[in-house]
């Protein structure tokens, strides 16, 4: 069926540092891509989305590119800060429209 | 703003109880709704996807007669978690996206419903 494969399930930073954070899917199908942060007892907060008919979307300090040949996207967040710390999730969108959500990844952005 | 909105946000109760969760699209019909199960730390678990007018479609694993999804409107799906026990704890979210499943818009995830049966 369908899946999202995301890692590394936790990453630690220093503020100003990159962080990058990679995904995997295995639904041929998929055409769009969103990623969410997510803080403790919230709601998933969409922070950038790429569809399949672009490589790479940016927006600021945060960037995604996507390989559809290798089925495979990432998160890169410049300059970290403190208030990026958070719980990111990748997803993948398949039949019927629904969203397959990779496991998380726990960043940490130390000051 | 929040565009999809979820009710009630906190719910503690017995063993035994029926809980009904609420989702609305604030300012868009939505034809689909879904929703997502959550445990602490986990990733988003999708439950199933709300039909308007329609029967709802349920992912594998989850018993469609436990969790009851009524959409009967364009702006409203709800939830029904059914003589609930305390593995049914968890935080339960819909999400909603303007135009339809299908539609190249984001979904918009409501703010989630903390469900504890004691």
């Known amino acids: 069926g369908e899946n999202v494969e995301q890692h590394p399930s936790t990453l630690s930073v220093q503020e100003g540092d990159s962080a990058v954070i990679k995904c995997t899917y295995s639904d041929s199908a998929s055409n769009y891509f969103p990623w969410y942060k997510q803080e403790l007892g919230k709601r998933p907060q969409l922070i950038i989305d790429i569809r399949s008919n672009v490589g790479e979307k940016k927006d600021q300090r945060i960037a995604v590119t996507l390989n559809k040949t290798a089925k495979h996207f990432s998160l890169h967040i410049t300059e970290t800060q403190p208030e990026d710390s958070a719980v990111y999730f990748c997803a993948a969108r398949g039949q019927g429209g629904k969203l397959i959500f990779g496991q998380g990844t726990e960043l940490s952005v130390k000051p | 703003g929040a565009v999809v909105s979820q009710h009630p946000s906190r719910v503690i109760c017995k063993s035994g109880t029926s809980v009904k969760i609420e989702c609305r699209s604030l300012?868009?019909?939505?034809?689909?709704m879904f929703w997502y199960r959550q445990f602490p730390k986990k990733s988003l678990m999708l439950m199933a996807t709300?039909?308007?007018?329609?029967?709802?479609?349920?992912e594998q694993g989850v018993e469609k007669d436990k969790f009851l999804i009524n959409h009967a409107s364009l702006t409203l799906s709800t939830l029904t978690v059914t003589s609930a026990h305390p593995e049914d704890s968890s935080f339960y979210i819909c999400?909603?996206?303007?135009?339809?499943?299908?539609?190249?818009?984001?979904?918009?995830f409501g703010d989630g419903t903390r469900l504890s049966i004691l």
């Open positions: 709300s039909n308007e007018g329609s029967k709802a479609t349920y």
């Open positions: 300012d868009f019909q939505a034809t689909t």
């Open positions: 999400s909603a996206t303007r135009g339809g499943g299908l539609s190249n818009q984001p979904q918009h």
